[in-house]
T-cell receptor, first 110, second 114 residues
Framework: QQQVKQSPQSLIVQKGGISIINCAYE??????FPWYQQFPGKGPALLIA???DVSEKKEGRFTISFNKSAKQFSLHIMDSQPGDSATYFC?????????WGAGTKLIIKP | DSGVTQTPKHLITATGQRVTLRCSPR?????VYWYQQSLDQGLQFLIQ???????AKGNILERFSAQQFPDLHSELNLSSLELGDSALYFC?????????????FGQGTRLTVV
């Protein structure tokens, strides 16, 4: 019940394309769903986050789509750029629980 | 720059030894979280402190301990080190007590046990 399953493990996208990373959770008590971006040798940095009372949140080229009934959420990166190449982690939180996905290594080919 | 400072950046030590990792949170943040990240893996939550008190515990081994001091900096103590303890250790901080809020991460301490 405490898992967050993230897919794919790795993703290669052409520059200008759309990158899509998916996550699924089981615990319906989760009420905060962040996405973190991590570059090699750096700590994770919050990219965008959503709470379950909305189905979509957009910040620039980054969009979270949230499907409460399916217990799934996804990150869409529009017009993907080489600078977006990084590892992306989804997570789910409730009160004192924070569960991370295993991460997706994204490579944007120029 | 997240405002979270971790020292040292790198640490190499032998099996059986004890080390201390230090974290200074962002100014004003009362919560400190510790995470372990093994090679090419996700982050494992270890422990959280809020204003000096332990608030949540994750997959932290009994050989590991942490504390948060009155000036809000935190230390993670790792003892009887094993090869498998080699990992990146991250500290994060936030101004809230729970986990369902934005946390700011430091650059990490890379621990190598030989």
């Amino acid at each position: 019940q405490q898992q967050v399953k993230q897919s794919p493990q790795s993703l290669i996208v052409q520059k200008g394309g759309i990158s899509i990373i998916n996550c699924a959770y089981e615990n319906t008590a989760f009420d905060y769903f962040p996405w973190y971006q991590q570059f090699p040798g750096k700590g994770p940095a919050l990219l965008i986050a959503i709470r379950p009372d909305v189905s979509e949140k957009k910040e620039g080229r980054f969009t979270i789509s949230f499907n409460k009934s399916a217990k799934q959420f996804s990150l869409h990166i529009m017009d993907s750029q080489p600078g977006d190449s990084a590892t992306y982690f989804c997570a789910a939180a409730f009160n004192y629980q924070l569960i991370w996905g295993a991460g997706t290594k994204l490579i944007i080919k120029p | 720059d997240s405002g979270v400072t971790q020292t040292p950046k790198h640490l190499i030590t032998a099996t059986g030894q004890r080390v201390t990792l230090r974290c200074s949170p962002r100014s004003g943040d009362l919560s400190v979280y510790w995470y372990q990240q093994s090679l090419d893996q996700g982050l494992q939550f270890l422990i959280q402190y809020y204003n000096g008190e332990e608030r949540a515990k994750g997959n932290i081994l009994e050989r590991f301990s942490a504390q948060q001091f009155p000036d809000l900096h935190s230390e993670l103590n790792l003892s009887s080190l094993e090869l498998g303890d080699s990992a990146l250790y991250f500290c994060a901080s936030s101004d809230k007590t729970g986990m369902n809020t934005e946390a700011f991460f430091g650059q990490g301490t890379r621990l190598t046990v030989v």
